[in-house]
């Protein structure tokens, strides 16, 4: 006999505080052990976007800021690029991404003005209208709980979680 389970049920845990405060503690404590220098949030500001439009948006983001940081063949070279994961948040109503960012290898010998300029112009291109808000992060388990917060809802497992290198073989 065959029993069918799932991992989250199509409504999400909204019920349970304890399943969804225990999925989000599990991410949290993966997550605080990542080596990231940078935690952004990057707003859509209210309009209608589609996950896949979400991702490709991250995907691009990440792109342009690996080939000004890379140059030419900047998606030829791998652990140099930049590292990101990003959780999306009120995919329904304010979609905004909250990312853990380890900036390409050449990026990170710069002052934070220097990185945080190409991430902002970057977004700015990419979404007009939209907010970039980033910081060095200095509370690492503060900033994985916050960004970890919702990620036991519906949908939020499936689709709302990105990681940069799934991207790597689109170029």
Not at 15 to 28: C, G, H, L, P
Not at 93 to 120: F, G
Not at 133 to 148: F, H, K, N, P
């Amino acid at each position: 006999m065959i029993i069918k389970s799932k991992f989250i049920p199509p409504m999400g845990w909204k019920n349970s505080w304890k399943k969804r405060k225990e999925i989000s503690a599990a991410y949290a404590a993966w997550l605080a052990d990542i080596d990231v220098d940078w935690w952004v949030t990057l707003n859509f500001n209210h309009r209608p976007i589609t996950l896949p439009g979400v991702r490709w948006k991250f995907r691009a983001w990440l792109a342009r800021i690996d080939r000004e940081f890379l140059g030419h063949d900047w998606c030829k070279r791998g652990d140099a690029r930049a590292f990101a994961i990003a959780v999306v948040e009120h995919f329904q109503t304010n979609t905004h991404l909250h990312v853990l960012l380890r900036m390409p290898a050449p990026a990170r010998a710069l002052r934070r003005p220097y990185q945080s300029e190409p991430m902002q112009r970057h977004w700015r291109k990419l979404m007009p209208g939209g907010q970039w808000d980033g910081d060095l992060i200095y509370a690492r388990e503060g900033v994985v709980r916050y960004m970890c917060k919702e990620l036991a809802f519906s949908e939020h497992l499936e689709g709302g979680i990105m990681i940069s290198t799934e991207f790597h073989n689109d170029y």
